[in-house]
């Protein structure tokens, strides 16, 4: 590979993935993360104090680019009240990033925004939202633009639907705010009729400003790009300019499944994570718990340093592989077992020296016995229980959720046991739909006064079927307890019959609890699925059909159309034709499990010509390129070779390429999610969860990066 002389390889972060938690400048996706019982960011990685650590580290890998953002909600703390220590922070990050001798990139607005705009002016649908982003813009180029040389108005406008557009098959909305509760698919596309202009003016408008400081400035966005075959994406684009909002939003889909599934059993109770949601709808987490290892009282060691060159049990059930990968020490050997309760017996007869997984089912509440046993390490993971049903029966899960909710104020507030907690702040009624709901206070849910055909099947049953993991609490080994599941499944029962013991219990092995809820039918919900997700106007490539001047001009107004200086975009994922089957990869990676995200490096390369096409004239830049350790079995390493192969072939073809970052510096925290393997796009590894001192350890892509970046000629 040779790329031609001023070609910038550089890398990147992002400031909510990076910073550190503020209490006194939270965002709105700090108040998100809390409301929806999502991980929080904390630390992150400190780099808002070891910022020339991480930069230096980009330095020396030979980058000549630099990306970072800033803290809207840090900078501007109230509305119209500016920080001048802040920028003067951010400044001292731009110069530090000059002096390596790289070029900075900086991004405006990368899905954070403060609070105070979405309090008291409708955040990004606010009317007011184009100006108050301009004014925002103008001071941070009155503070730092003449260190900035390329600027990133909005980081993935694309994906900031989500946060007004929830399909059927999800549980919640995936990125705040929300909409309220009752929304039907008017109110998704009026809120994305304000979001989409609003978008548009505001990019425009900072443009004008910034520009109007410093004239030389060249202004751009990154919208992300899915690799979808050039005929499909055709499809897509051309629906996005010639239909009607509604249609492109979810017309057909936001109603609800297409069939209403009927398993063996109406709900699976049972560790089930919430990792676990793609193929079912799920309920409101009902409690919280964390990976942990189980030892004899009678063990000598300390730590989970303590392990290596030892037997440990591991259960081969759910998302316990890929955690023990990551948790385990290297030079400890494993014994598979198929449930807890051939674990633990076997930790007792002394045949494994310890054994992992769940701390809540490591030892259950009420389990007899436990005197001999203590915990080695807890809390090496936060994850949550959720209550899973087939496709179809919305209504029920509402019910389930009250449920929840009730379960939270009666038994859990009461529950002392190791490794285990509520799933939220108790004193609340049911997880907010929306950020408006914690704002202002709670909007009235219509929905529940309805009774849905699902729940009317199991009144008119008289019972309702709750399947349990034969190795969940009370279901075999003898307690003094019969259960927190069970006992949540006589919640549920009381929910709907006013009757605790309408409940009829099917247990379940561990390792098939879910295909209980598997039916015939299903394939008719993955086909409206497919449909809903290629029909979707966030799967258009609206931003830079509406700059080119292709999108009607409610969606885009004149003033933004050719409102930009160069082409940007961030690709990771894509399925060519003979895959597209295949496509609920890509729902997994939405939803942050992304070691099964489809690998596409071809869809980088069609990407690139088309907004060529486009943009003749303009200079394009991979913003974002990056994986996990590895996606659907392609390692990290090869996923940066092939990918950089497809940048090389599209220069060699004439496509005006000028850049590529790399995605990103370090590990950080990714939107909400648990930190593993699944979420860990860093060349440099930071523990974040059990390190304190978070180190950076670089990877294998450091040396490839790195040899990658000596090709570019001199």
């Not at 802040?86 to 002096?99: G, P």
């Not at 051309?238 to 889909?253: I, Q, S, V, Y």
């Not at 996606?631 to 090869?638: C, D, L, M």
Request: charged content about 25%; overall charge negative; glycine content about 10%.
């Amino acid at each position: 590979m040779a790329f031609p002389k001023g070609f910038l390889f550089g890398t990147a972060n992002a400031d909510h993935q990076v910073e550190a938690h503020d209490p006194a400048r939270e965002d709105v996706w700090d108040l998100w993360e809390r409301c929806q019982g999502l991980t929080p960011r904390g630390r992150a990685t400190d780099f808002g104090n070891r910022y020339e650590e991480d930069i230096a580290a980009a330095a020396g890998l030979g980058c000549k680019l630099f990306r970072f953002s800033i803290a809207w909600a840090r900078v501007e703390t109230a509305e119209g009240c500016f920080d001048a220590n802040s920028l003067a922070h951010y400044r001292k990050v731009a110069e530090c990033v000059r002096s390596h001798g790289m070029k900075v990139m900086l991004t405006l607005h990368h899905f954070v925004w403060p609070i105070w705009l979405e309090r008291d002016h409708g955040g990004l649908i606010g009317e007011k939202f184009p100006d108050f982003f301009a004014r925002y813009a103008d001071e941070v180029a009155a503070a730092l633009g003449d260190l900035v040389d390329y600027w990133i108005t909005f980081n993935e406008p694309s994906q900031l639907t989500f946060g007004y557009i929830k399909p059927w098959w999800q549980s919640r909305y995936y990125m705040p705010p929300g909409l309220p509760r009752g929304s039907d698919v008017d109110a998704e596309a009026e809120a994305v009729g304000k979001l989409i202009p609003g978008l548009f003016l505001a990019n425009a408008r900072a443009r004008a400003v910034i520009q109007g400081r410093r004239p030389e400035a060249k202004v751009g966005v990154n919208p992300m790009v899915t690799g979808f075959p050039t005929w499909l994406q055709m499809l897509m684009d051309w629906g996005a300019c010639h239909r009607g909002m509604t249609e492109a939003l979810f017309k057909f889909t936001t109603s609800g499944a297409l069939v209403s599934e009927k398993g063996d059993v109406d709900l699976v109770i049972g560790g089930v994570t919430d990792g676990d949601q793609t193929r079912f709808e799920i309920s409101d987490p009902y409690l919280r718990t964390g990976k942990a290892v189980l030892v004899a009282a009678s063990y000598e060691g300390e730590g989970i340093g303590s392990l290596g060159g030892r037997k440990v049990g591991v259960i081969a059930v759910g998302n316990q592989p890929v955690s023990w990968d990551r948790d385990l020490p290297r030079g400890c050997g494993k014994k598979i077992f198929s449930d807890y309760d051939k674990g633990r017996d076997a930790l007792r007869a002394g045949t494994v020296d310890a054994l992992y997984g769940d701390a809540f089912f490591l030892i259950p509440h009420g389990l007899q016995n436990t005197d001999g046993l203590r915990f080695l390490v807890t809390g090496l993971s936060d994850e949550a229980y959720v209550v899973v049903a087939p496709h179809g029966h919305e209504q029920l899960l509402g019910r389930v959720n009250r449920a929840v909710a009730a379960f939270q104020l009666e038994v859990m507030a009461v529950v002392e046991s190791p490794g285990i907690s509520p799933a939220g702040p108790v004193a609340k009624a049911r997880r907010p739909v929306s950020l408006r709901e914690v704002l202002v206070g709670k909007d009235d849910d219509f929905h529940d006064l309805l009774e849905s055909r699902d729940v009317r099947q199991v009144r008119r049953r008289g019972k309702i079927r709750v399947g349990i993991r034969t190795d969940a609490p009370g279901m075999s080994q003898p307690g003094t307890h019969q259960g927190l599941e069970i006992l949540l499944a006589r919640r549920i029962a009381f929910e709907l019959f006013h009757d605790e013991n309408r409940l009829e219990i099917v247990p379940l092995e561990p390792s098939h609890r879910l295909k209980v809820l598997e039916t015939k039918v299903g394939w008719l919900n993955w086909a409206w699925r497919f449909w809903g997700t290629t029909t979707m106007i966030a799967n258009a490539n609206w931003w830079y059909l509406g700059t080119s001047g292709r999108l009607p001009v409610e969606l885009c107004p004149e003033e933004a159309v050719g409102a930009q200086d160069f082409v940007g975009l961030d690709y990771y994922w894509g399925l060519p034709t003979w895959k597209l089957g295949c496509y609920r990869m890509l729902e997994e990676a939405a939803h942050g499990r992304f070691l099964h995200a489809p690998v596409w490096p071809q869809g980088l390369y069609h990407a690139l010509r088309r907004f060529h096409r486009w943009f003749p004239e303009q200079e394009l830049f991979i913003v974002e390129n990056g994986s996990v350790p590895s996606a659907n079995g392609i390692s990290r390493t090869e996923y940066l070779r092939t990918h950089v192969a497809q940048v090389e072939r599209a220069i060699t073809d004439g496509v005006p390429v000028k850049g590529y970052n790399f995605w990103s510096i370090t590990s950080n925290r990714e939107w909400g999610h648990a930190f593993d393997p699944n979420t860990d796009f860093g060349l440099y590894f930071v523990d974040l969860d059990k390190d304190p001192e978070l180190k950076r350890v670089p990877t294998d892509e450091v040396e490839v990066y790195r040899e990658i970046i000596q090709t570019v000629e001199q």
